[in-house]
Nanobody, 127 residues
């Protein structure tokens, strides 16, 4: 089992940057595929990005491709989401998620693909 805590959210102007962190506690962080999701007010939670347990493979939603970068440091039990060129439509609560699945990371895009979730961190992008 793994516990997840997000941090790094905040208020930023359009065009700015933020880096989110997801700190994991528990055993075998390096065994987990990890993902970021987000949920805007009145909308369903949606996939943002995912990374393989080894960090060797990543996958992004089209809406963030080229602007966001997912990474992880298994020695620090931490995953990151570097968000650049932020837009008002990126405003949402961002959640990190983890699962022991070993299938290709490009298939890990649904809420049901992950067993473990953090509480979320708010990102607000002003225009």
């Amino acid at each position: 089992q793994v516990q997840l805590v997000e941090s790094g959210g905040g208020l930023v102007q359009a065009g700015g940057s933020l880096r989110l962190s997801c700190a994991a506690s528990g055993r075998s962080f390096s065994s987990y595929s990890m993902g970021w999701f987000r949920q805007a007010p009145g909308k369903e939670r949606e996939f943002v990005a995912a990374i393989k347990w080894s960090g060797s493979s990543t996958y992004y939603a089209d809406s963030v491709k080229g602007r966001f970068t997912i990474s992880r440091d298994n020695a620090k039990n931490t995953m990151y989401l570097q968000m650049n060129s932020l837009k008002p439509e990126d405003t949402a609560v961002y959640y990190c998620a983890a699962d022991l699945a070993t299938r290709p990371i490009a298939t890990m895009v649904r809420i049901g693909d992950y067993d473990y979730w953090g509480q979320g961190t708010q990102v607000t992008v002003s225009s």
